[in-house]
């Protein structure tokens, strides 16, 4: 079951966090990976990690915000079964703590970036007659967050991006659904707290983890897990969807 041998992927953001986890369990299903990567040296070591484990993945250098060169990747990549678009970053900060610099560098990756990699794979997928995207939204989306005025607007648009190519494309054998997760740990939420909370990290980490109901973060190889079943044939009657992984956050927070 799941298997995704001779399915060629491509896997925006891929070098760390979850986008990694995501590569590496798809490689070992058998699947070609394709990781597009601002960080070419981490997209290298994810690569490194897939092939001296027996996969094979290939590392390209790409701002997903520029569509001529994801364009030029994808040409080069040729057959596109999957794509996930995981690649996003993140601004903490209410309405009047967001500059419009702020506001266009969120919209130009989370969201362009995926319209991007969407404008570009969808006529690839329809040329061979099936296709399968799966996208990185977030509880975000759904749920008000405090202080994550613009990442919270770039989540909500990558959820009706989903709905609208799912729909538009249901009649071309192109499945789209989306993915929600809560918290995960990952290497930038270390990175978050050593920045703004040098001294007090383990408190913070402690209370970022409880803001689950669950009462931890996922864990990047969980949302993987997720990502591999709506990827795979298994989920052939699944589109359309959001799925929250949230350790009971969006339901259970009263």
């Known amino acids: 079951m799941f298997s995704l041998k001779n399915k060629s ?4 953001g891929g070098g760390s966090g979850i986008g990694k986890a995501i590569s590496i369990l798809f ?7 394709n990781i597009l990567e601002l960080n070419q040296n981490a997209a290298e070591e994810t690569v490194n990690q897939i092939i001296n484990n027996g996969g094979t993945a290939k590392a390209y250098a790409c701002n997903i915000a520029t569509q001529s060169k994801v364009l030029e990747i994808f040409q080069e990549i040729g057959k596109v079964d999957i794509l996930v678009n995981n690649a996003g970053i993140a601004h903490i900060g209410n ?8 506001f ?3 919209f130009e990756v989370n969201v362009k970036g995926i ?7 969808v006529p690839i997928m329809k040329s061979k007659g099936s296709g399968v995207i799966l996208n990185m939204a977030s509880v975000a989306a759904t749920v008000g967050i405090k202080d994550r005025f613009a990442y919270s607007m770039s989540k909500g648009a990558v959820l009706t991006m989903t709905l609208s190519v799912a729909k538009d494309y249901i009649n071309d054998n192109i499945r789209c659904n ?24 383990t408190e913070m980490f402690e209370k970022l983890s409880a803001s689950q109901p669950i009462g931890r973060m996922g864990k990047p190889e969980e949302i993987a897990h997720l990502a591999l079943y709506l990827c ?11 799925y929250p992984i949230d350790g009971g956050f969006i339901r259970l927070n009263n």
């Open 232 to 242: 795979s044939d298994e989920a052939g009657f699944v589109t359309g969807c959001d």
């Open 104 to 106: 266009d560098r969120i």
């Open 178 to 201: 989306c993915i929600s997760p809560a918290r995960v740990h990952t290497p930038f939420v270390d990175g978050f707290l050593e920045k703004n909370y040098p001294n007090h990290k």
């Open 115 to 121: 319209y991007n990699c969407l404008f570009v794979a």
């Open 27 to 33: 490689a070992q299903q058998g699947a070609m990976v």
């Open 9 to 12: 992927v491509v896997i925006t």
């Open 95 to 102: 309405l009047e703590a967001t500059s419009e610099e702020d």
